[in-house]
């Protein structure tokens, strides 16, 4: 199986689609967000992002999305890549999948020396919340299903129900999405209905969404180290995912090292760089 160059995860905002239907074709405009993570770049899409999709009286479907990510390219150095997405539809195919032509821009040297010539394809995954987009050489072809970052026997069983049975919750994206300036390294999940502390190295965009809808009430809370070494705590307030200020992080430690299960980030937790969100 064509392994893909890179792994766009868009997320649609679904609240913010704009169309229109005439006798003689369809306009619809879909903004979107997302992230990518790879060993080439790594980065979040910028506002603006943008489908435009038509159809013209013959039925013929075009696609065209532009957007801007800012990230870090593979020698780790700060750096924008635009991607221009384009694709022609005259059928539907049954799996949802789909084929367009990327042509990209960045301002970084590494980068540029790979993505800036017209030798790539995409494919566009159907995805929770929105879809997929994997980036292949032209000659490489997608012959299977793609691999998940983390192997599933990996993946502490909870968590992984978790994740298949999110359904999509813009709130909680637009926060994740919003402290992930960098990708998270490492998850813990505390569930104290059953005392359980599960452990996740790598963690997806998806998944954390899901925890994060997952979490009820302050019996569960959810950390995620990033790879700058930031942490970000949650918990379940009032109906409302909230920060855990360092007062409770500090109690909360206390406890779970006296039962054996203590929180080791390499510092303690309450000593790291705080991610804050916004409740929602």
Known sequence: M???????HIRIERNRISEVNTPY??????PFGGYTESDLFRGTIQPG???VQTVN???VRHMCAKYMFKGTDCDGR?????VENDGWFTSQRKDGIFDA???FMTDSPALAEILCRPV???EGHPAPGGVDILIFRADEKDTGEKQPAVKKEDVPAEIREAAEAYQGDPAAEEQVLGIMEKPFKELVYFTGANKKILRMHDP???TVCALCAKLRGTVDMLFLLREDEALAALTCIAGRIRNIENDSLAILEAVLEDSGEGLRFGKRASSLPRIRIKPF
Do not use: N, Q, T
Request: aromatic fraction near 12%; charged fraction near 15%; glycine fraction near 6%.
């Open 78 to 82: 700060p750096c924008s890549l635009y």
């Open 120 to 122: 790539f394809r995409s």
């Open 25 to 30: 074709g369809s306009a619809k405009m879909i």
């Open 204 to 206: 997806d965009f998806l």
């Open 49 to 51: 992002a943008c489908d």
């Open 57 to 59: 009286a013959a039925g």
């Open 101 to 103: 032509c990327p042509v």
């Open 2 to 8: 064509a392994e893909p160059l890179m792994i766009f």
